[in-house]
């Protein structure tokens, strides 16, 4: 993505118009590192090798988040055999959050996280961050969006399991406190069925807020996420995993490597393969057509004028 891009100065497209300049691709480590700083630094590399434009981290209080009679409740793991042991391994702190904003400082790439309560995201506050996300299932928790907004950075706003009501309200506290958002057209199935996507929806968000959309997606595929992007969307957002059938309920929704490559690839290339609608030949098109079209050929249409005669 281009220095300087505002996702504001899009406010008023209404119809999707892709410059590469203006796709920003998010992946969505989430709690896929299990718990392990290693194997979050091997998901950012990853992720910058493909070439994505910043990487995301989930953040909770889990004592917040869940109630304590869920947390004692029975759960097998790789780190014991309660809910409170398996929510508790998958949490990065201080310590680690420190080690994955130097890392990514090193690797070049941005990172951000989403905060599911108010003191995790006065946590994500101490980092010089960029961006804010809104979890699908934050979207009802009018005072964590009062506080996220009040910080005025640019926030995409995940629309899962939402209505046009839900969401309204969100936007309406985000515009009255003039903090830049993207909404984030998404599907809370893991993985969500392709008959699921409803990527129609996209549109109808860009008209009904006039402001630029993206999409985060949850399909087990990458087509999802291109025909998005054709579609409009400046934000896209998957996410990533070494392997999907390693632990953890998000690593099924997940892209791995190379499909992560793939869509990467796929979503750069759209603005090159669509052009800018003008119809001209190109210089390979010319040198084909006098190729071709014999019939146009000064020779060919002396030597027919040639046998015209003789007849």
């Not at 402001?211 to 087509?223: F, I, L, N, P, R």
């Not at 030949?281 to 190729?291: D, G, H």
Request: charged share 25%; aromatic share 10%; glycine share 8%.
């Amino acid at each position: 993505m281009a220095e300087g891009f505002s996702f504001t100065a899009l406010e008023d497209r209404l119809e999707p118009r892709l410059e590469a300049r203006e796709m920003f691709i998010i992946a969505e480590i989430g709690i896929n590192h299990n718990g392990s700083l290693d194997l979050a630094k091997q998901l950012i590399d990853v992720a910058k090798a493909a070439g994505c434009d910043a990487v995301k981290f989930q953040k909770r209080t889990i004592d917040i988040v869940y109630t304590r009679e869920f947390l004692d409740s029975p759960r097998e793991s790789p780190w014991g055999t309660t809910q409170r042991d398996q929510k508790q391994a998958l949490e990065f702190g201080r310590a680690e959050y420190d080690e994955i904003d130097a890392y990514c400082g090193r690797a070049g790439i941005e990172w951000f996280a989403s905060a599911w309560d108010l003191p995790s995201q006065v946590f994500l506050r101490s980092y010089n961050l960029r961006h804010n996300k809104i979890a699908s299932a934050m979207i009802g928790h009018h005072e964590f969006l009062e506080t996220v907004a009040g910080e005025r950075k640019v926030t995409f706003v995940s629309t899962a399991m939402s209505s046009y009501a839900e969401i309204d309200q969100a936007v309406e506290i985000f515009r009255s406190r003039q903090c830049p958002f993207v909404p984030m057209h998404c599907v809370g199935e893991y993985p969500a069925r392709e008959a699921s996507l409803n990527l129609r929806v996209i549109g109808e968000l860009r008209r009904r807020y006039r402001c630029a959309v993206g999409y985060s997606g949850h399909e087990a595929g990458v087509s999802g996420a291109v025909f998005a992007a054709m579609l409009g969307a400046v934000a896209v957002e998957r996410h990533i995993t070494l392997d999907r059938s390693m632990y953890g309920s998000d690593q099924a929704a997940s892209l791995e490597k190379r499909g992560l490559e793939l869509m990467v690839g796929y979503i750069r290339s759209i603005p090159t393969i669509l052009g800018d609608g003008v119809k001209r030949m190109s210089e390979a098109e010319q040198v084909n057509s006098r190729k071709l079209r014999y019939y146009q050929d000064p020779h060919y249409q002396e030597a027919q004028a040639a046998l015209a005669r003789a007849r």
